[in-house]
């Protein structure tokens, strides 16, 4: 499966973006999804993930609240919603898929990933 990210930009403290995630293929349902955010120097880190049903979500502690995952299987896509956004949220944003037994937390347990997009917060 191919993942392109979209919805990235420059938007100040306190303001709002909505990343979007397209899967080519007909399997998307067969697949849960994350998000997942580098920073410079940083490590890339878990963000939220939601199962292949949507019906199961998991946020890291420092988007809980303000940050939301959805995804519409009818259109191979996957959203996140972040609002109140803040400085420390400034990273390229990933989206990936996992087909297999699903750690949704875990990077390595992702099988494909999308090229980023730009998340940019200024204070």
């Known amino acids: 499966v191919q993942l392109q990210a979209s919805g990235g930009g420059l938007v100040q403290a306190g303001g709002s973006l909505r990343l979007s995630c397209a899967a080519s293929?007909?399997?998307?349902?067969?697949?849960?999804m994350g998000w997942f955010r580098q920073a410079p120097g940083k490590e890339r880190e878990f963000v939220v993930a939601?199962?292949?049903?949507?019906?199961?979500?998991y946020y890291a502690d420092s988007v809980k609240d303000r940050f939301t995952i959805s995804r519409d299987n009818a259109k191979n896509t996957v959203y996140l919603q972040m609002n109140s956004l803040k400085p420390e949220d400034t990273a390229v944003y990933y989206c990936?898929?996992?087909?297999?037994?699903?750690?949704?937390?875990?990077?390595?347990?992702?099988?494909?990933w999308g090229r980023g997009t730009q998340v940019t917060v200024s204070s």
């Open positions: 939601i199962s292949r049903a949507g019906d199961y979500t």
């Open positions: 990936a898929a996992e087909g297999g037994i699903w750690s949704p937390r875990m990077k390595d347990k992702y099988d494909y």
């Open positions: 293929g007909r399997t998307f349902s067969s697949y849960a």
